[in-house]
T-cell receptor, first 113, second 110 residues
Framework: DTGVSQDPRHKITKRGQNVTFRCDPI?????LYWYRQTLGQGPEFLTY????????KSRLLSDRFSAERPKGSFSTLEIQRTEQGDSAMYLC???????????FGPGTRLTVT | AQRVTQPEKLLSVFKGAPVELKCNYS??????LFWYVQYSRQRLQLLLR??SRESIKGFTADLNKGETSFHLKKPFAQEEDSAMYYC????????????FGKGTKLSVIP
């Protein structure tokens, strides 16, 4: 197991298009998190899953954003009708039980033109 | 709501000099504090957490509840310490999200 993986690593899209990102957590990690990071900022929490249940959502997660983890393994994050303000690095992390040690993936860099 | 403040965007020190990266937090309860590091072109990785009270790569951090601080320290900086450092907080009590500071870029001058 090489850690958390994310696909794609880079995505350029035009404003108004929909995009979907995938995250594969470390095997058997029951918790999966999505964060967003913009230039000059630290990661900001978006949402978190325990197994397939989405348990926390940030106010940053507007109704254009939707995340799923259908079988409690990989997760997808979809952004509909992208806006230029959505341009950011989208990070995924996973953890198992306690303590809350989160392992991060390499991120997907989204550029909306 | 909880908040993490890292007052320095950039910190430059000479090799062999002591390093202190500052982190202050605001939260009324008893949070768990972490330091994450991101080396150039690498992913974010956990450096240390306050509960374990361990030293990783020569770095230590002590939680000061009175001053609500969790400063990261190393007595002698090495060139390989140059990286972006983020302080993060978890409030626990069933919430697992991390709240990050904006980060401090450490540059160690040879």
């Amino acid at each position: 197991d090489t850690g958390v993986s994310q696909d794609p690593r880079h995505k350029i899209t035009k404003r108004g298009q929909n995009v979907t990102f995938r995250c594969d957590p470390i095997s058997e990690h029951n918790r999966l998190y999505w964060y967003r990071q913009t230039l000059g900022q630290g990661p900001e929490f978006l949402t978190y899953f325990q197994n397939e249940a989405q348990l926390e959502k940030s106010r940053l997660l507007s109704d254009r954003f939707s995340a799923e983890r259908p079988k409690g393994s990989f997760s997808t994050l979809e952004i509909q009708r992208t806006e230029q303000g959505d341009s950011a690095m989208y990070l995924c992390a996973s953890s198992l039980g306690t303590p809350n040690l989160q392992y991060f993936g390499p991120g997907t860099r989204l550029t909306v033109t | 709501a909880q908040r993490v403040t890292q007052p320095e965007k950039l910190l430059s020190v000479f090799k062999g000099a002591p390093v202190e990266l500052k982190c202050n937090y605001s939260y009324s309860g008893s949070p768990e504090l972490f330091w994450y590091v991101q080396y150039s072109r690498q992913r974010l990785q956990l450096l240390l957490r306050h509960i374990s009270r361990e030293s990783i790569k020569g770095f230590t951090a002590d939680l000061n509840k009175g001053e609500t601080s969790f400063h990261l320290k190393k007595p002698f900086a090495q060139e390989e310490d140059s990286a972006m450092y983020y302080c993060a907080l978890s409030v626990g009590a069933g919430s697992y999200q991390l709240t990050f500071g904006k980060g401090t870029k450490l540059s160690v001058i040879p």
